[in-house]
């Protein structure tokens, strides 16, 4: 009896080591991934794909949650980062005044899916509390991405918000 005590405990002590030494899926950072970049867009009225906000024309759309929220896609292509476990922030500010977009800033932390020659995410939730303060002007929107191992990225993009239900009294 004791002796298949033994054998057990060797067998799950020889099978802890060989599986601490297997890498895990946050193993390999730190690595030369090459220079980190952020490419900041949106996605369609659906919260997917990527539509790139680099030429400052684009109107996304502000779209009312099934909870009651309002809310803007936002999505990003990385480069340079280990994409497990991402710290994605994002924050609005009205370009002209500066002012916040309320609620404020959102942070996740969220898994980046290969997409090509980078690497993606699509539907970040940008919340808005008040979309007839922002619709029709220029929103600046920042967003800053940082992995495990502490490298970090940003870019931002001047949208104009576009929001279908009536403003005012």
């Known amino acids: 009896m004791a002796s298949r005590f033994f054998i057990g405990l060797a067998a799950f002590a ?25 490419e900041i867009g949106g996605a369609d009225d659906s919260g997917l794909g990527f539509v790139s906000w680099r030429d400052g024309t684009a109107k996304p759309t502000i779209i009312r949650g099934p909870q009651g929220g309002q809310h803007v896609w936002v999505s990003a292509h990385a480069h340079g980062l280990w994409k497990q476990k991402i710290l994605l922030t994002v924050n609005m500010h009205d370009e002209q005044t500066g002012v916040l977009v309320e609620p404020g800033e959102v942070s996740r932390i969220l898994n980046l899916t290969p997409y090509g020659d980078f690497d993606a995410y699509e539907g970040f939730t940008a919340y808005v509390s008040a979309p007839c303060a922002i619709a029709n002007r220029l929103i600046r929107v920042e967003m800053l991405a940082s992995d495990l191992y502490g490298v970090a990225t940003s870019d931002s993009a001047v949208v104009t918000p576009q929001w279908s239900y009536p403003c005012g009294p």
């Open 14 to 38: 020889l099978g802890g080591c060989s599986w601490a030494s297997q890498p895990g899926i946050d193993a390999g950072g730190g690595g030369d991934l090459g220079p980190p970049s952020l």
